[in-house]
C-alpha cells in the first residue's frame, strides 16, 4: 500500500486548508502527524475504519477535522484557524488496526506536505 498526502500549501493565519491521504489499498485506522522545522514529529489526530471514533492533539482540538471516503480510500484533514505554530510537513500514516479507538499501529507512511501558515 501506498499513501498520498496532498493538500499542504502558504496560507495566512486565520485561513485554511483541507490536506487528502490517498490510500492505494484498503487500510484501516489512520493518522495525521507533523514535524515542525527542528522538532520531533506529533501526533495530530487519528480516525477508526468506520470514521466513528476519531482523536485529537489538544493543540488542535476543536480547529481541525479528521474525516474518512472509505469508497475512495481517502482521509482528510479539514485544518481551520490555521495559526503559525501549525507550520510544518504533515505526514499520514495507516495500517490494519481495525479496533474502534486508537492509537493505532502504522505499517505504512506518506511522503509528507508542507504547510505553511504566515503571520
Known amino acids: 500500500v501506498q499513501l498520498q498526502a496532498s493538500g499542504g500549501g502558504l496560507v495566512q493565519a486565520g485561513g485554511s486548508l483541507r490536506l487528502s491521504c490517498v490510500a492505494s489499498?484498503?487500510?484501516?485506522?489512520t493518522g495525521w502527524f507533523r514535524q515542525a522545522p527542528g522538532k520531533e514529529r506529533e501526533f495530530v489526530a487519528d480516525?477508526?475504519?468506520?470514521?466513528?471514533?476519531?482523536d485529537y492533539a489538544d493543540s488542535v482540538k476543536g480547529r481541525f477535522t479528521i474525516s474518512r471516503d472509505n469508497a475512495k480510500n481517502t482521509v482528510y484533514l479539514q485544518m481551520n484557524s490555521l495559526k503559525p505554530e501549525d507550520t510544518a510537513v504533515y505526514y499520514c500514516?495507516?495500517?490494519?488496526?481495525?479496533?474502534?479507538?486508537?492509537?493505532?499501529?502504522?505499517?505504512?507512511w506518506g511522503q509528507g506536505t508542507l504547510v505553511t501558515v504566515s503571520s
Open positions: 500514516a495507516a495500517g490494519y488496526s481495525n479496533y474502534e479507538t486508537g492509537p493505532y499501529e502504522y505499517d505504512y
Open positions: 480516525i477508526s475504519w468506520s470514521g466513528g471514533s476519531t
Open positions: 489499498g484498503r487500510t484501516y485506522g
